[in-house]
């Protein structure tokens, strides 16, 4: 299925560092409310989540980003090419790879990422990339998240605005990276979360294919 005029889309969705946790399954959940497919690929061969971001980076730094790629790749192997690459924190650095290095992206969301495409050559991408100009971008960003670049925001939305697509940047009040996620109290903040999923729906309802 790929995004037709009534604007239903057919997504990908990769989770962050610490898995597949709770709200992963509940953003994929939310999506397909709204009528949209969604395939969300759990990258983790063992399906381990994690707590905190310290053992979730030596797990990643162990696997290496590059086999990382590899498997988000693979997970979208036999995909329609009109696909919607979204993603958390570092799933959204795959997604964003995978809507420039893949030919036919509808779009890239990204929750809490964004990484300068040259980038991706020391994770085992292409370094070359070049922005697809009909790939429209939406980023949403806590204003005071910590993990945040905003040297690599800025980086994305130059080369992205420069290709000839819209680049969206949404920013919340709050310090919260993965703030969408109930499960991560420390970080889950509703008012925000509630206003994000809207703008979202609302991006993906104007995309056909």
Avoid: C
């Avoid at 162990?62 to 790629?69: D, F, V």
């Avoid at 979208?76 to 959204?92: I, T």
């Avoid at 370094?127 to 670049?149: K, M």
């Amino acid at each position: 299925m790929v995004a037709v005029s009534s604007g239903m889309a057919d997504l990908v969705l990769f989770h962050s560092v610490l898995g597949v946790r709770a709200g992963v399954t509940y953003a994929a959940d939310r999506l397909r409310a709204a009528g949209h497919t969604v395939h969300a690929p759990n990258l983790y061969e063992d399906g381990v989540v994690f707590d905190d971001y310290e053992r979730a980076d030596a797990y990643v730094q162990a696997l290496g980003y590059a086999e990382l790629l590899r498997r988000a790749r693979a997970a979208v192997d036999g995909l329609p090419q009109a696909l919607v690459y979204a993603g958390f924190s570092n799933g959204g650095g795959l997604a964003e790879y995978l809507a420039a290095e893949r030919p036919g992206a509808l779009a890239a969301v990204l929750f809490g990422a964004a990484i300068p495409l040259a980038m991706f050559g020391q994770f085992g991408g292409d370094g070359s990339l070049i922005w697809p100009p009909s790939t429209p971008v939406q980023v949403h960003y806590g204003v005071d998240d910590p993990f945040r670049e905003q040297a690599w925001v800025d980086s994305l939305a130059d080369t992205v605005r420069s290709s000839g697509a819209a680049f969206q940047l949404y920013e919340y009040p709050i310090a919260g990276h993965l703030f969408t996620d109930e499960s991560m109290k420390a970080e889950y903040d509703g008012d925000a979360a509630k206003l994000l999923w809207e703008r979202v729906l609302s991006f993906l309802s104007t995309l056909s294919g």
